[in-house]
């Protein structure tokens, strides 16, 4: 019987979706071409630091423009018993709590933003809920005959979990994941490295002899990790399945791209009914069906964060806050591959040989960023 309730339940998420994986926001033109404040927030109870930030963004995300950080702001989160906590700015418009700084279930936070400007930006109190615990997380190796075997989507390792859905009505999820491995490169450029700014020069910096742009490698001079993570929102409602178990609800795919461990933290979260629509809502406008009758996607402004200087002004993104529970798992890509070969990343360009008397070619630095660190993850594992 009970397997009976599970197979409707799993029928119903699928065939009226209540559960989906949706693509983040690309290639669409802002509404009147407006250069809007950008926040991206979120507060768990997991320890800290927590992290806000800030910029401005492009006027348009077709042109390929960065967002412009916003600096030297007053950024700080206060709660409904009288705490407040007061933000950090550790890089260009990257603004982070305590380490030992973390939300408690059932209380409410703000999220305050004064800018240099003397604008100044707030949220709407969002009440932090309990997660339940992840179960178990299952990986098991899968081939995808629509791509050919030389393409790196073809083999890879399914990833799912299982968890039991909370016994008060009306709860919401996301999953987020998290990959983290050490850094080949940490930089490649075609003009040559600028160390004074850290980063591909913009002059003609070729290696001597050279007159020409080629694609030249430079390994890390320190401790390095490139960071992955799943760009779309992974959501769920239980309206369907209240407070039944839930098992195989898929996570990640990892690729088969060598045969070294794969980290991967996975965290379950439990979101407000507000961030679960607006997570729709982004859906509804990113994934049109196609057809002649489909319009323009337009920009999906914050659904809790508000200028106290000007109640018109328009925000991008949000502050979310949610309860959550992580595991990290390991997944061995060297068991039941079924004789599978990976398929291995190939790096385009070359590595400058060491000169005279040296043991390596130049090295470039390892920069701080959304895609890369150089603190080692928890319990990294390869």
Known sequence: MMAMKRFIIYFLLFSVGFWSCITEIRDFEQIDSAAFLTVEATLSNQKGPHKVVLSFSSPSIKINVDNVPVKNAQVFITDDKGGRETLSETDNGIYVTSATYQGVVGNAYTLHINLSNGKKYESSPEILKAAPAIDTVKYQFSVKDNYPLTDSRSVGFDVTLDFKDSPEADNYYQWKWTHYERTVFCASCERGYDYSLKKCSIEQNFPQGQTFPELINYGCNETCFDISFNETYNILSDKLMNGQQVTNYPIARVPYNNKSIYYLKIEQRAISEKM?????SIKDVTQGSGTLFDVPA????????????????????AFQVFGSQEKIIYVDRQIGTLNYSPVLVVYQGRVLPPPPGAISGPKAYCVEGKYRTKTEPEAFKE
């Open 276 to 280: 679960f629509r607006y997570f729709r």
């Open 298 to 317: 337009e920009t999906q402004f914050s659904p809790n964060m508000v200028s106290l200087s000007d109640p018109n002004e328009k925000i991008l993104g």
